[in-house]
C-alpha cells in the first residue's frame, strides 16, 4: 500500500467533506517536533478521520512508540478505524469517548508529547487534565488559538494563573498553533 497516495487521498476526502484536518504545514512541523524530541508516547485529542493521527504514526512507527488519539465521534472513530487498517498502522490506540472522561483514566507521567485539536471552548480542560500525564519533559501542541481565540478565553486565563510560558507561532495563513515546552 502507498502510503503517500493513501494520504493524498484522506486529505482530498477531508477537503470535499469539510473535515477539519490539520494543514500540511501543520503536519509538517509536528512530525519534525516528533523527529527532534524523539517522542515516545503521543497524546493526541480530536482524532476525526486519522488524517493528523496517521501522519504522526507514520513518524513514531520509525522509533517503534505510539500514539493514543480520543475523539467521541462514532462516525469519525469508525471511519478511523477503516483507514488504520488500509494504511496498515499497528502503533495507533483509539479511544472512542469523551476525552474529558478518558484523559484522567490515562497512566500519570506517561506522555512525552500532546496535540490538543479537540473542541476549542474547552482546550484548557484539555490541558489541565493533560498536565500531570505528561513526563518530566514534553511538547504541548494546541491547534487554532488565533482563529479561535475568542473561544479559548479560558485558557488564556489559566496560561496567566499559572504562570505557563507559551509561543504563538502564525504558521497558517489564517491561524497558528500554541506551542508549550517543557524541559
Ligand atoms: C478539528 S477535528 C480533529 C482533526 C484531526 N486532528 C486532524 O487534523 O485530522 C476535532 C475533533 O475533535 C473531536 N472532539 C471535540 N471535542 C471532543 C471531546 N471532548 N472528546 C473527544 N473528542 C472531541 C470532534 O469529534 C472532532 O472529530
Redesign the pocket.
Known sequence: MDRTQFLLNLRKY?IENT????TDV?VRLLTDLIKIQWTKTML??????????INFAIELEKTWWELIT????PK?HWEALENFKEAQINNIHAIL????D?IPKLENDYFDFV?I???MR?SMD?LDLCLPKTKSWWIIII??VIKFREKMVWLWEYLEENDIKYNILPIDPDDGIMMIIKK
Open positions: 477531508g473535515v477539519p484536518n490539520i501543520s493526541e485529542i480530536g482524532t476525526a478521520n486519522w488524517f493528523s493521527s480520543i475523539d467521541f465521534s469519525s469517548w469523551n476525552a474529558l478518558e496535540f485539536d479537540g473542541m474547552r484539555f491547534d487554532d
